[in-house]
């Protein structure tokens, strides 16, 4: 049977249907979406860490992709999104023949193989991280039966917020646990 992290790659379209099975009060599940952040961050959003953008003092820290810088042309996130059709798994980026022709028939013209191949992987990673504030919603909360497992759940969202990610997802990650820390509010 696919992990839920294997079934987000190769259908990222249907994660809301796939998460919102997830039961929080389920440990499985809590493991699944922890798992599958994990991984989505360190397979598909590190590996193109080094094409954030970079911070900008009106911002702070909040980086993410720059999708048009990085393809060195205007592109909007809806012509952006009709990749989708062509490469509906994550992945890493095609052979640059099959790129340019998908790139080009939704006219995104990005002129140098490397370019391209950069653009694909941001986007790649972007899809990625949309992902983030779904998988940490099931986790949001201290686990079932608390003790170790809520430790553990906590040092994995820390190692994950470590990571080279967008400003954004590593602030919602960063909210979550900082929530866990501070426990349930007591009722008034």
Not at 51 to 73: Q, R, V, W
């Amino acid at each position: 049977m696919m992990t839920l992290f294997q079934r987000l790659v190769q259908a990222p379209s249907r994660a809301d249907e796939l998460i919102s099975a997830l039961d929080p009060a389920d440990p499985k599940d809590r493991r699944e979406a922890l798992d599958a952040l994990e991984g989505l961050m360190s397979e598909y959003v590190v590996p193109a860490a080094d094409l954030l953008a970079p911070p900008e003092p009106s911002t702070g820290p909040n980086t993410g992709f720059d999708l048009g810088m990085i393809a060195g042309i205007e592109v909007s996130d809806l012509v952006a999104s009709l990749l989708a059709s062509d490469f509906p798994p994550l992945q890493k980026p095609p052979r640059d023949p099959e790129l340019k022709r998908a790139l080009d028939r939704h006219g995104i013209e990005i002129e140098t193989p490397e370019r391209r191949a950069d653009y694909f992987r941001a986007w790649t990673a972007e899809r990625a991280a949309l992902l983030t504030r779904r998988l940490v919603n099931v986790v949001k909360t201290g686990h079932p039966t608390g003790g170790e497992e809520d430790q553990r759940e906590i040092e994995k969202l820390r190692r994950i917020a470590a990571l080279r990610i967008p400003g954004f997802q590593k602030g919602v990650i960063e909210m979550a646990i900082d929530r866990r820390m501070r426990g349930p509010k007591p009722r008034s």
